[in-house]
């Protein structure tokens, strides 16, 4: 299971020109299903995300969590980040977990991820989306459990 953070003073996401979820600061979480996934790793991984020390403290050091700053999460589905890119000059997605797992997976990383977070958004899984967003930083992590 891959998550591509990204620390955001805003971002949001829409489905066929309408707006299905938005967030003001704090993390862009796009989601990688991949074979073999299941709910412990949604666990571990939201667990991950919640906690994650990308905010800065009174120093300015990296510290705080998206909690600590009462920030909001963007959740979107992202089977491309499964890829296999390792040979030639087009992406294999024999890694990425089939559509319909990958859907209830997706769905439990988000309510994971709302137990601990007041303010969870999502995309819509399967539909093509275009997200829009304001990188603070520019802050990206790739996190893989």
């Known amino acids: 299971m891959l998550a591509l953070l990204q620390r955001v003073s805003s971002a949001s996401v829409a ?3 309408g707006e299905v979820g938005r967030i003001d600061r704090g993390l862009l979480v796009f989601l990688g299903v991949q074979r073999g996934d299941d709910r412990a790793r949604c666990e571990k991984l939201a667990s991950k995300v919640v906690n994650y020390r990308v905010f800065a403290d009174e120093e300015g050091r990296m510290n705080r969590c998206v909690g600590d ?4 999460v963007l959740v979107v589905s992202q089977f491309t980040l499964a890829a296999d890119t390792r ?9 990425a977990a089939a559509p319909a797992e990958a859907e209830v997976l997706y769905d439990y990383f988000t309510a994971c991820v709302r137990r ?3 303010l969870v ?8 989306m ?3 967003l304001c990188n603070d930083g520019p ?3 790739l996190l893989e459990v």
């Open 15 to 17: 489905v066929d020109g």
């Open 121 to 128: 958004a999502t995309g819509r899984f399967g539909a093509n």
């Open 69 to 72: 700053i009462g920030g909001g």
């Open 87 to 95: 040979k030639g000059l087009r992406p294999s997605f024999t890694p």
């Open 130 to 132: 275009q997200v829009a």
């Open 116 to 118: 601990d977070i007041g």
């Open 139 to 141: 802050v990206t992590f």
